[in-house]
């Protein structure tokens, strides 16, 4: 059984993801994805879509898949994005007929129609706060390729964060080791004293555990209930798993 962050020792520094842990895209680019292919006629059910999203969680996680794809469509140009649609289909369990009959419509529709908005997770300032009242570091560290320093100013997060590090920034992506243990060093921070909290279980909770780090899950959509570690549903539930005193709940 993997172990519980209330029973690590006390530590001096919690870490965030990014994207889907205190950031989030509204609507969901895959909430938007599934609606117009049950718009198609296509009856999905519930296992469906969360197959899908732990698909693309594993997609996203640096995979082998997804480095193949960079290598063989350009990166993110138009072949990519017309593949990875491909791709996104055939991982909601549809047949093939149904993925050529979709497919350029589905890909039209998320270049054309999809426009959301960014905006912090709900409890997300609150968090930070009692973390650094608490008298903890508090950083985040992103699978992003590029700086985002114009990102953090426009979320409010610039002055919150002691630190804020891209995979492109550290030259290593989560579920690398390298990744965090090249942020430690610069937090001056070992392992065993740092906490990560990130919603995806292939690159956050996996890449954390490489490190030596203990993982929080924070998953709202209940997509990994056989994670038998520290696993949360949102912000507000963050400090009923850490090994901390005097915060606010």
């Keep these: 059984m993997a172990a519980s ?11 965030f993801d990014l994207d889907d842990t205190l ?7 895959h909430d938007v994805f599934t609606g117009f292919v049950a718009s198609q006629g296509i009856a999905l059910s519930e296992q469906d879509r969360k197959d899908a999203y732990r698909w693309g969680h594993s997609y996203w996680a640096n995979s082998t898949t997804l480095l193949d794809d960079h290598e063989k469509h350009q990166g993110y140009e ?19 007929a149904t993925i050529e009959r979709l497919a350029a419509s ?5 270049g054309n129609g999809y426009r959301p908005v960014s905006k912090l997770v709900p409890h997300t300032l609150e968090s930070i706060h009692a973390l650094r009242a608490s008298g903890l570091q508090v950083g985040l560290l992103t699978n992003r390729t590029r700086p985002i320093y114009k990102e953090m100013t426009e979320l409010g997060l610039d002055h919150e964060l002691d630190i804020f ?42 890449g954390a555990q490489k490190a030596g780090i203990l993982p929080v899950l924070i998953d709202p959509r209940d997509l990994y209930p056989e994670w038998e570690g520290a696993r949360i549903h949102g912000l507000d539930e963050l400090f009923k798993v850490l090994p901390l005193e005097g915060l606010v709940r």
């Design 5 to 15: 962050a209330a029973n690590s020792e006390r530590i001096r520094a919690v870490l």
């Design 23 to 29: 950031r989030v895209s509204d609507p969901h680019p």
């Design 78 to 96: 138009d072949p990519f994005w017309k593949n990875y649609t491909r791709r996104h289909l055939r991982s909601l369990n549809l047949g093939e």
């Design 106 to 110: 589905a890909h039209r529709h998320m």
């Design 165 to 206: 590090l891209t995979g492109g920034q550290l030259g290593a992506f989560k579920p690398q080791a390298d990744f965090f243990l090249r942020a430690l060093d610069l937090l001056k921070l070992a392992p065993q004293e740092v906490t990560y909290v990130g919603d995806n279980y292939f690159a956050d909770i996996l």
